[in-house]
């Protein structure tokens, strides 16, 4: 059990307020298979910025590839939506203030979890006293319908006034961890690796991606500016596929370059410029293999497009490195957890 405290005259900004090194801004961070190095690696340099959460809190974030001054930015956002300027008139009007209570996180249906630590960011941000925090689970973990995966004693207004933005989070990044978690099982026993795209929720992208690591993927970069992809829109603009990557070498000479290619000609062309990756656009399991064949090694593939779960393990046996897969991101269901009050333990 974890107690965690809260100031009373400033709610959810806990005593001991850290300092802690951001670690989600720029870079790929861990997990990220785009070949750049951690922006926040053995530098030596950080940016600090004030973090308000618990100290121990902050560091589990930390500690998991997210930036706690961020997720503590997005728990307000979240609450102040909820909330509207207002108060949670339903639990004001039938719950006494100092009524405490315990809740349960369960999870409705079998699926992996993620996002743990950002509810508990929600918590903090919204309890005016101190409240308690037992951990079943950790993220990443598979999880059973009626498994509880967090449970938490505090005043029973902050909890219910709490309760929808922490599941808001934790029902989106444990959808897209499960939703992972099955690409990543299709692709086992192969050196093939499911990853994302930057097809994110404004705002979440770095929980977005997270939730991708705990699902057993990978991530690809995680802005515009760590990593170059040559698209079809930027070889027309250059004049031609080899005349952009030669472009971006050029300007750029220390960024990772990606170039997409649909054709096997443009693959010879920029494996021969020395491309570092390459996206394989709409290429058939067929035509995936031939590319193979082509590069020997000379830099990493990856499949885009017509990529199913039935499909996966055809591409994988190719022998591509990387499954690029938008819908991990943009369309994953969530995966059902709710809140279960009983009285205070």
């Given at each position: 059990?974890?107690?965690?405290?809260?100031?009373?005259?400033?709610?959810?900004?806990?005593?001991?307020?850290?300092?802690?090194?951001l670690?989600?801004?720029?870079?790929?961070?861990?997990?990220?298979?785009?070949?750049?190095?951690?922006?926040?690696?053995?530098?030596?340099?950080?940016?600090?910025?004030?973090?308000?959460?618990?100290?121990?809190?902050?560091?589990?974030l930390?500690?998991?590839?997210?930036?706690?001054?961020?997720?503590?930015?997005?728990?307000?956002?979240?609450?102040?939506?909820?909330?509207?300027g207002?108060v949670?008139?339903?639990?004001?009007?039938?719950?006494?203030?100092?009524?405490?209570?315990?809740?349960?996180?369960?999870?409705?249906?079998?699926?992996?979890?993620?996002?743990?630590?950002?509810?508990?960011?929600?918590?903090?941000?919204?309890?005016?006293?101190?409240?308690?925090?037992e951990?079943?689970v950790?993220?990443g973990?598979?999880?059973?319908?009626?498994?509880?995966?967090?449970?938490?004693?505090?005043?029973?207004?902050?909890?219910?006034?709490?309760?929808?933005?922490?599941?808001?989070?934790?029902?989106?990044?444990?959808?897209?961890?499960?939703?992972?978690?099955?690409?990543?099982?299709?692709?086992?026993?192969?050196?093939?690796r499911?990853?994302?795209?930057?097809?994110?929720?404004?705002?979440?992208?770095?929980?977005?991606?997270?939730?991708?690591?705990?699902?057993?993927?990978?991530?690809?970069?995680?802005?515009?500016?760590?990593?170059?992809?040559?698209?079809?829109?930027?070889?027309?603009?250059?004049?031609?596929?080899?005349?952009?990557?030669?472009?971006?070498?050029?300007?750029?000479?220390?960024?990772?370059?990606?170039?997409?290619?649909?054709?096997?000609?443009?693959?010879?062309e920029?494996?021969?410029?020395?491309?570092?990756?390459?996206?394989?656009?709409?290429?058939?399991?067929?035509?995936?293999?031939?590319?193979?064949?082509?590069?020997?090694?000379?830099?990493?593939?990856?499949?885009?497009?017509?990529?199913?779960?039935?499909?996966?393990?055809?591409?994988?046996?190719?022998?591509?490195?990387?499954?690029?897969?938008?819908?991990?991101?943009?369309?994953?269901?969530?995966?059902?957890?709710?809140?279960?009050?009983?009285?205070?333990?």
């Amino acid at each position: 059990m974890t107690d965690v405290s809260a100031t009373p005259d400033t709610p959810g900004i806990p005593a001991g307020a850290s300092e802690l090194p951001l670690a989600g801004s720029g870079g790929c961070g861990a997990g990220c298979a785009c070949g750049a190095d951690d922006a926040h690696g053995e530098q030596g340099e950080h940016e600090y910025a004030e973090c308000g959460l618990d100290p121990a809190l902050a560091q589990l974030l930390t500690d998991a590839g997210l930036d706690p001054v961020e997720v503590e930015d997005l728990a307000h956002l979240a609450v102040m939506e909820d909330l509207d300027g207002g108060v949670d008139v339903t639990t004001v009007a039938t719950i006494p203030e100092d009524d405490r209570a315990t809740g349960d996180f369960t999870a409705r249906e079998d699926g992996v979890v993620a996002g743990l630590r950002v509810a508990e960011a929600v918590l903090s941000v919204v309890c005016t006293d101190e409240f308690e925090v037992e951990r079943h689970v950790e993220d990443g973990d598979r999880v059973s319908a009626g498994q509880k995966l967090l449970t938490v004693t505090t005043r029973t207004r902050d909890l219910l006034t709490a309760e929808r933005s922490a599941l808001n989070l934790l029902c989106r990044l444990s959808g897209i961890a499960s939703a992972t978690r099955a690409w990543a099982d299709a692709l086992e026993g192969t050196k093939t690796r499911v990853r994302d795209t930057r097809k994110t929720t404004p705002g979440l992208r770095s929980l977005e991606k997270f939730a991708v690591r705990c699902g057993g993927g990978v991530n690809h970069r995680m802005s515009l500016s760590d990593a170059a992809l040559v698209k079809d829109n930027h070889v027309v603009a250059a004049g031609g596929v080899a005349q952009a990557f030669r472009a971006v070498r050029e300007t750029f000479p220390e960024v990772p370059i990606e170039v997409e290619v649909d054709t096997l000609h443009q693959l010879r062309e920029v494996v021969d410029a020395g491309a570092d990756l390459i996206l394989l656009d709409n290429f058939t399991p067929e035509e995936c293999a031939e590319a193979v064949g082509i590069v020997r090694g000379r830099a990493l593939l990856e499949a885009s497009g017509r990529l199913t779960l039935g499909n996966a393990k055809a591409y994988a046996e190719t022998g591509v490195d990387f499954l690029a897969v938008g819908a991990l991101t943009h369309s994953s269901p969530i995966l059902d957890i709710g809140l279960d009050l009983r009285a205070a333990e």
